[in-house]
């Protein structure tokens, strides 16, 4: 049976009871030294101590279950190696994150960055992975991870600015800091103390306020109208504006600013995500996105099925009332016809309107007409969520292309494992000046940390922010 080419974000469950996971690239000068390792996580995300961290000075897990197996070269070529034994890691083992660091340089100048999952039993190459990279200096390739009972994969592909410290911090590591620096004691002239008789004069300078400490660049952005929220939906928004801004961080953007647009898919399959409190958790921690990136407190949103519509701007203060009034899917009755919507309030679109359908093309160029007529300074970052279904491809493409020229980043995620069409292999489409696309599918995004969610989303957006400036879009 053929391996299995993954894009970013793709999954695929795991049959063998043993896997090795392979990280490639190939040899060269001024092609940094990398280094595989793996961090063993609970449900919470988080190591439970730093004996969850393999690499090549802890080669063994104290279970014996994942074991750094070092480098090989041949042909050009280096590799290096994590052995895991699925069917011997402990129960509150449920993630294993499958990451690299740099030595000496960025993932950017490693050609032929590959992560391939191979049967440790047959060697068979079950699955393999593709990366690109830029300023990043450590970086996840891919994770394992438990889901129902049955082990699987995912590409990730997701680099940290912060280094390896920056990326085992995030999950639980201890990092020793750096020795303290000893402070060389200036060779001051003799002087002579003063007579007895003669009290010191009183000083002449006069006394100067206490310095301030700058801002962490990752202090959350104070929010227009936050004060209005719920007590405790305005502590949510506070730790994810912490949380997005870690991510920035991390990433090497602190303090960027950016138009953030929401895209929410309202087709018909999406029913049970909307009936479920789904999507209206996921526009919830999309808000402190929007709330720390863009400086006015609001955020532009749209709906979409087989037409697009434009929905009121969300506004952080009126949070609650956007979403009781906003995160809605169509009405069918049990004979398959629209039923009439009765009382619509204000501000609310019909939803018979929308449709049932995928028609991801027309929601583009509403967002693509927008940004045109609406010209700011800061960048675009869209928020695209959709169960699948793609089926225009043809259609998504071609904006897609024709968008590369406009100072938007368009990040899809993907609401579980179905059909993504053209968003799924657009990082891999040739022939644009700049990747504009980002994509990546999970399993149940309800299940996804906050933390993990921030990073992924933002992983790409700060390397075509560099692409386009450079390429002079921005």
């Known amino acids: 049976m053929a391996a299995t080419s993954l894009s970013k974000g793709a999954n695929l469950p795991i049959d063998a009871r043993a896997v090795r996971v392979e990280l490639s690239w190939s040899e060269g000068p001024g092609v940094p030294d990398v280094d595989a390792s793996a961090l063993l996580l609970t449900a919470a995300g988080r190591v439970r101590d730093d004996g969850d961290f393999v690499f090549y000075n802890q080669p063994n897990h104290a279970s014996d279950a994942v074991t750094h197996l070092g480098k090989q070269r041949a042909a050009g070529a280096t590799s290096d190696t994590i052995a895991v034994d699925l069917g011997s890691l402990e129960p509150a083992v449920e993630r294993i994150v499958l990451c690299a660091s740099a030595d000496d340089g960025t993932f950017g100048q490693v050609p032929g960055l590959m992560l391939r999952l191979l049967d440790d039993g047959t060697r068979t190459e079950l699955a393999r992975f593709e990366m690109e990279a830029g300023a990043e200096t450590a970086f996840i ?34 990092v020793d800091d750096a020795p303290p620096a000893v402070p060389v004691q200036p060779t001051a002239p003799v002087q002579t103390p003063p007579t007895p008789s003669a009290p010191p004069a009183p000083p002449t300078v006069p006394p100067t306020a206490p310095p301030t400490t700058p801002p962490s660049p990752t202090t959350p952005r104070l929010t227009k109208g936050e004060e209005h929220l719920p007590v405790d939906m305005r502590k949510r928004l506070s730790l994810r504006k912490q949380q997005v801004a870690v991510s920035l961080t991390k990433h090497g953007v602190a303090g960027t600013t950016a138009r953030v647009i929401l895209v929410l898919d309202a087709s018909g399959s999406m029913s049970s995500l909307y009936s479920r409190g789904i999507v209206r958790d996921v526009v919830e921690r999309m808000a402190a996105v929007a709330a720390q990136l863009d400086d006015d407190g609001e955020m532009q949103a749209w709906t979409f099925a087989s037409n697009a519509a434009r929905l009121p701007d969300l506004r952080i203060g009126e949070l609650p009332e956007w979403l009781r009034l906003h995160v809605r899917v169509g009405e069918l009755s049990l004979f398959g016809r629209k039923k009439a919507k009765k009382g619509l309030e204000a501000g609310q679109v019909d939803m018979r309107m929308i449709g049932i359908q995928n028609e991801e093309q027309k929601v583009i160029a509403q967002v693509r007409t927008y940004v045109r007529e609406n010209p700011a300074a800061a960048p675009t970052l869209v928020l695209f969520f959709s169960d699948g279904g793609v089926y225009r491809n043809a259609q998504i493409e071609r904006e897609l292309r024709e968008a590369v020229e406009e100072p938007i980043f368009w990040q899809f995620v993907g609401l579980g494992r179905s059909n993504y069409g053209v968003l799924e292999r657009f990082d891999t489409l040739p022939g644009r000046r700049v990747d504009n696309v980002g994509f990546f599918a999970v399993d149940d995004i309800s299940t996804v940390p906050d933390q993990e969610l921030y990073d992924r989303l933002l992983s790409e957006f700060p390397s075509w922010m560099a692409a386009a400036r450079q390429a002079g879009i921005l």
């Open 141 to 174: 390739g891919g994770e394992l991870y438990l889901r129902q009972g049955r082990w699987k994969f995912r590409a990730v592909g997701q680099g940290y600015a912060s280094g390896l410290a920056g990326l085992a911090t995030d999950f639980g590591i201890t």
